[in-house]
């Protein structure tokens, strides 16, 4: 991967494959494959880019960016000990949403897998949205025949 060497440089309506972009401003631009390490990017298209440090992206079109693993607390914890903590979480009624605790791990791909495991054992006796509507919208008849249900 190249790099782009200006610091502090602006650059418009370019497009940059495969660079490692470092304190620069780029406008109206197309990314690929970049790593942006703190930069600021305005009305531009990423693609396939990773996100290094604090950047200021506004306006843009995203198509897969990548964030690097949070170096936080909770990632230095044990697996089972996250478990646990993640099973007290969960444990509230369920009220047809995901719990707000599950959208906010959504930035690190390693805790939401763990912890949208977790929610699923913990809420095992739960069927999915869709689910509930196709079996609330079967005649009385078919629903009749329903001896065992089986979600795996």
């Given at each position: 991967?190249?790099?782009?060497?200006?610091?502090?440089?602006?650059?418009?309506?370019?497009?940059?494959?495969n660079?490692?972009?470092?304190h620069?401003?780029?406008?109206?631009?197309?990314?690929?494959?970049?790593?942006?390490?703190?930069c600021?990017i305005?009305?531009?298209?990423?693609?396939?880019?990773?996100?290094?440090?604090?950047?200021?992206?506004?306006?843009?079109?995203?198509?897969?960016?990548?964030?690097p693993?949070?170096?936080?607390?909770?990632?230095?914890?044990?697996?089972?000990?996250?478990?646990?903590?993640?099973?007290?979480?969960?444990?509230?009624?369920?009220?047809?949403?995901?719990?707000?605790?599950l959208?906010?791990?959504?930035?690190?791909?390693?805790?939401?897998?763990?912890?949208?495991?977790?929610?699923?054992?913990?809420?095992?006796d739960?069927?999915?949205?869709?689910?509930?509507?196709?079996?609330?919208?079967?005649?009385?008849?078919?629903?009749?025949?329903?001896?065992?249900?089986?979600?795996?």
């Open positions: 991967m190249s790099r782009f060497r200006s610091r502090n440089s602006t650059t418009t309506a370019r497009t940059l494959n660079l490692s972009l470092h620069a401003t780029i406008t109206t631009s197309i990314l690929s494959n970049c790593s942006i390490h703190t600021t305005t009305s531009s298209t990423l693609i396939n880019c990773r996100l290094y440090g604090v950047s200021e992206i506004k306006n843009c079109l995203i198509s897969a960016l990548t964030l693993p949070p170096n936080s607390t909770l990632t230095k914890l044990p697996v089972e000990i996250r478990d646990m903590m993640f099973q007290f979480f969960f444990e509230e009624e369920w009220n047809g949403n995901l719990p707000a605790f959208h906010a791990l959504k930035g690190c791909e390693d805790l939401y897998s763990q912890a949208l495991k977790t929610f699923w054992k913990v809420n095992k739960l069927l999915h949205q869709d689910a509930r509507v196709a079996l609330e919208n079967m005649k009385e008849n078919p629903l009749m025949g329903i001896q065992t249900l089986v979600i795996e």
